[in-house]
């Protein structure tokens, strides 16, 4: 399967404790986003890298959220001290280069996070 | 600035008729239009896209859309409607390919659309 690869699929946690969830883009992408997205809503932007670089950054992306991507290939997304409200499914996405840029997006299948 | 307004947040139509999902924009740009189908606990899926080519766009499963610059809408349809077509659908602006602001990648709030026998 050469397809975007989240992981794990789903996440159950108590409040207060820390998550990592993982992205795995199409292998020639070298663009990578996280969204997050609550039931009835669409995606809900949260940054974008640039092979390694981390170009954006939404101000939904509180203090206790990171993402890295440190060697430009998969990228991690931690919540620290997580509250329920973060409780949401957390898509990644990646895109090829702007040379080869159509616009299009592929989704990961996201990482489903309940908070207790 | 960008936005997009997904005029329905859910339609149901029976099986074997047409589909109708509205979507109306506004950019200051000259924007690039999608649609993207997402089925239950699935990521989302790109049905189709408008990128100042052609003005009325064929996508997959026999979905098109027609861009209407006059009326700032990218509306979905499809003559006959699947089961299989059940599903959350959602319009995005963008600014185009070569755009540097991924933050300008807008998603509508969604449609779902339902089946009936």
């Known amino acids: 399967d050469t397809g975007v690869s989240q992981n794990p699929r789903h996440k159950i946690t108590k409040r207060g404790q820390n998550v990592t969830f993982r992205c795995d883009p199409i292998?020639?992408?070298?663009?990578l986003y996280w969204y997050r997205q609550t039931l009835g809503q669409g995606p809900e932007f949260l940054t974008y890298?640039?092979?390694?670089?981390?170009?954006?950054k939404s101000r939904l992306l509180s203090d206790r959220f990171s993402a890295e991507r440190p060697k430009g290939s998969f990228s991690t997304l931690e919540i620290q001290r997580t509250e329920q409200g973060d409780s949401a499914m957390y898509l990644c996405?990646?895109?090829?280069?702007?040379?080869?840029?159509?616009?299009?997006?592929?989704f990961g299948e996201g990482s489903r996070l309940t908070v207790l | 600035a960008q936005s997009v307004t997904q005029l329905d947040s859910h339609v149901s139509v029976s099986e074997g008729t047409p589909v109708l999902l509205r979507c109306n924009y506004s950019?200051?740009?000259?924007?690039?239009l999608f649609w993207y189908v997402q089925h239950p606990n699935k990521g989302l899926q790109l049905l189709l896209k408008?990128?100042?080519?052609?003005?009325l766009v064929k996508g997959i499963n026999g979905f098109e859309a027609e861009f209407k610059k006059s009326e700032t809408s990218f509306h979905l349809t499809k003559p006959s409607a699947h089961m299989s077509d059940a599903a959350e659908y959602f319009c995005?602006?963008?600014?185009?390919?070569?755009?540097?602001?991924?933050?300008?990648?807008?998603f509508g709030s969604g449609t779902r659309l339902s089946i009936r026998p």
């Open positions: 995005v602006v963008s600014p185009g390919a070569g755009y540097s602001s991924a933050s300008k990648i807008i």
């Open positions: 950019s200051s740009y000259s924007p690039s």
């Open positions: 890298f640039q092979n390694e670089a981390q170009l954006e």
């Open positions: 996405a990646s895109s090829l280069p702007r040379d080869r840029n159509t616009g299009e997006l592929f």
């Open positions: 408008y990128t100042s080519a052609a003005t």
């Open positions: 292998s020639e992408h070298n663009r």
